[in-house]
């Protein structure tokens, strides 16, 4: 893997108000980095500005490297968009390998592993909007795995999931801290942010004293 993301004084702006300022943080391969916040506090715009998604109003960030997958905290897919789950899956393989690809063996095996990393091999079948947030989640997660990313940004992966999914996507993460992936993630939840290699405190879109 490559060298480690630094951000220097990343300031981002929605609507002409700061959402993010002045933050600062490095993420290494191998590692976890832990936002940590209330709602609003501008996790979810440091990890749009770190995916691409959003342009910083001002401040550095050095090192993203080519491939990055962003998991979103929810699917913005409709609930009547006639997709499976094994197709949002397959969405990771095809952001890898380019939207009008023709998948093969090898990437239907890792649609396969992913799916089963999460548990929701079962469910493989299922329309996407027929699923319960927790497992609409493990969806999700899984095709971040799908992507075998050098940056795996999450939005609060355990949200509305029960104990044995968290379980599930707790090691999931932690396979691939252990593959070399740089790994950034919001949390709230303080269990989550103690097994983080590093820790980033936020409040009302600024650092807070560590």
């Avoid at 933050?23 to 916040?37: E, I, N």
């Avoid at 707790?170 to 740089?182: F, P």
């Amino acid at each position: 893997m490559g060298n480690p993301i630094t951000v220097t004084n990343l300031t981002c702006h929605h609507g002409g108000h700061p959402a993010v300022d002045t933050v600062s943080l490095s993420a290494a391969p191998g590692q976890v980095t832990a936002l940590v916040g209330a709602n609003g506090s501008g996790k979810s715009t440091v990890l749009m500005a770190l995916a691409g998604l959003l342009r910083p109003t001002s401040g550095v960030i050095s090192g993203r490297p080519g491939s990055i997958a962003f998991v979103p905290q929810r699917s913005s897919a409709p609930d009547h968009l006639p997709i499976t789950v094994r197709q949002v899956v397959a969405m990771g393989r095809w952001n890898l390998r380019g939207p009008f690809a023709r998948l093969g063996e090898d990437d239907r095996a890792v649609i396969d592993d992913c799916l089963g990393r999460v548990r929701i091999h079962d469910l493989a079948s299922r329309r996407l909007g027929s699923l319960s947030g927790g497992q609409r989640q493990r969806a999700l997660v899984a095709q971040g795995l799908a992507q075998h990313s050098e940056l795996l940004l999450l939005d609060e992966p355990l949200a509305g999931v029960d104990v044995r999914a968290a379980e599930d996507i707790a090691a999931a993460i932690e396979s691939e801290r252990s593959r070399g992936t740089t790994i950034v993630m919001a949390t709230h939840e303080s269990t989550q942010a103690e097994r983080a290699d590093h820790v980033v405190r936020l409040h009302q879109g600024g650092p807070t004293a560590q």
